[in-house]
């Protein structure tokens, strides 16, 4: 597949960065609601967690999920009930800090080999997505075709450096409140 239009659209950085890192493949009916690199005031984007946020089931085929995929996932740190029968998994991705800094400044082409790897062999390599996501992280390879697509100087594309926006920090933020027991229920 070929890139042959860019989309302006906003999407989720840290999904396609740091996820392929858990090795979580696409096959289940257990889908991602979303990622994130930060909640609120409980955990900074400096802190190298990358938060998954999954709808709750009582069902096996989401236990047996979260079971061998999430929580016995050797990144797996902590997880959080929060409103909506939604569930917070963090993982900490220190493994990956030297990455972290070139991630929230946009400098995808810093990442290391390693990272650079899981993120594209964790797409399937016959999708668009594998092209975009390979001139992401290797951009000097694709000017040519976004100087055409973008109808700009190879110069201004050069200097820049990076063929994807900077995350928005805003949006790779979660804003949930972790759910709390009802006491009263439980002792009536």
Known sequence: MEIKTINH????????????????????????IETFVGW?????????????LYYLRKD?????????????????KEFFEVEDDRGAYLFDLRDYAQDW???????YSKFSSKLKNQIINFQPRNSVNYAY????????????????LLNI????????????????LDKEILKAHIK?????????
Do not use: W
């Open 101 to 107: 800094p070139h991630f929230i400044a946009g400098k």
């Open 40 to 52: 609120d005031d409980k955990i900074s984007i400096n802190d190298n967690i990358l938060i998954c």
């Open 133 to 148: 996501v390979n001139s992401f992280v290797y951009p000097e390879k694709y000017f040519g075709i976004y100087k055409e």
């Open 153 to 168: 100087d190879l110069k201004t594309l050069v200097e820049v450096g990076e063929l994807c926006d900077k995350p928005n």
């Open 60 to 76: 096996p085929e989401f236990m047996s999920f979260e079971k061998n995929k999430l929580l016995n996932n050797k990144y797996f």
């Open 180 to 188: 709390s027991l009802d006491f009263k229920s439980i002792s009536s």
């Open 9 to 32: 659209d906003y999407f989720q950085k840290s999904k396609l960065f740091f996820y392929p890192t858990l090795g979580i493949r696409k096959g289940q009916s257990v889908s991602l």
